[in-house]
């Protein structure tokens, strides 16, 4: 089974800096997805960004971009000029492609609550 | 009303009470989930449906049953919950039930079971 880790459960950061969240995963398969989702207080669960695995290049969102290292299974997230409104609890998740035993379930992690200080 | 919604946003129940849960789409999308999202664990898929047809049970007790009439609604009947079954219940959609479609959530069901 797919397993997703964050290891840091509060993360903080001063607006304008930048921070980066931590995610490692274990799997068997060779192709997958990997995302990275925000859930702001009290409201809706978005994604953020997404990664397919066999893509080397990195994906980036604007001021969000993530460093995937496969052969290590480590997918960060780092928020460039972070803002007030990035202050949310960070998800990692993994999702299986077609034809593995993940297809059509997505595995979380347990979650980066981000403080943003003015 | 655009996107996933949910109602009720909280619910209250005792364990020997039944109540539903109502998660509706209005993004033209065929695959819906139930999560589980309890303090301190990582969100806990429930249930898959694809164009109707459930299509994962992710070992969830009997007293919870799904039921997802067509591709826009989807619902979670409850009965003699336990109080750990508190949490919020999040309901999501997508176009397809390939990574590749984006999951997109609902508010989601504050859960307390007394």
């Known amino acids: 089974a797919q397993t997703v880790t964050q290891s840091q459960p509060e993360m903080s950061v001063q607006e304008a800096e930048t921070v980066t969240l931590s995610c490692t995963y274990d799997?068997?398969?060779?192709?997958?997805?990997l995302f990275w989702y925000k859930q702001p207080p009290s409201r809706q669960m978005i994604l953020v960004i997404r990664?397919?695995?066999?893509?080397?290049q990195n994906a980036t969102e604007n001021r969000f971009s993530v460093n995937f290292q496969k052969a290590a299974k480590s997918f960060s997230l780092k928020i460039s000029d972070s803002q007030l409104g990035d202050a949310a609890m960070y998800f990692c998740?993994?999702?299986?492609?077609?034809?593995?035993?993940?297809?059509?379930?997505?595995?979380f992690g347990q979650g980066t609550i981000l403080t943003v200080h003015p | 009303e655009t996107g996933v919604t949910q109602t009720p946003r909280h619910l209250v129940m005792g364990m020997t009470n039944k109540k539903s849960l109502k998660c509706e789409q209005h993004?033209?999308?065929?695959?819906m989930y139930w999560y589980k999202q309890s303090a301190k664990k990582p969100l806990e898929l429930m249930f898959v449906?694809?164009?109707?047809?459930?299509?994962e049970n992710n070992s969830v007790p009997s007293r919870f049953s799904p039921e997802c009439p067509n591709s826009s609604h989807l619902f979670l009947h409850l009965h003699t919950l336990q109080p750990e079954d508190s949490a919020l219940y999040l309901c999501?959609?997508?176009?397809?039930?390939?990574?590749?479609?984006?999951?997109?959530f609902g508010p989601g069901t504050r859960l307390t079971v007394l």
């Open positions: 999501a959609s997508s176009q397809g039930p390939s990574p590749a479609d984006t999951q997109y």
């Open positions: 799997t068997s398969e060779s192709d997958y997805y």
């Open positions: 990664q397919e695995a066999y893509k080397q």
């Open positions: 998740a993994y999702g299986g492609s077609a034809g593995g035993t993940s297809y059509g379930k997505l595995t």
């Open positions: 993004l033209g999308h065929n695959a």
């Open positions: 449906y694809n164009f109707k047809e459930q299509t």
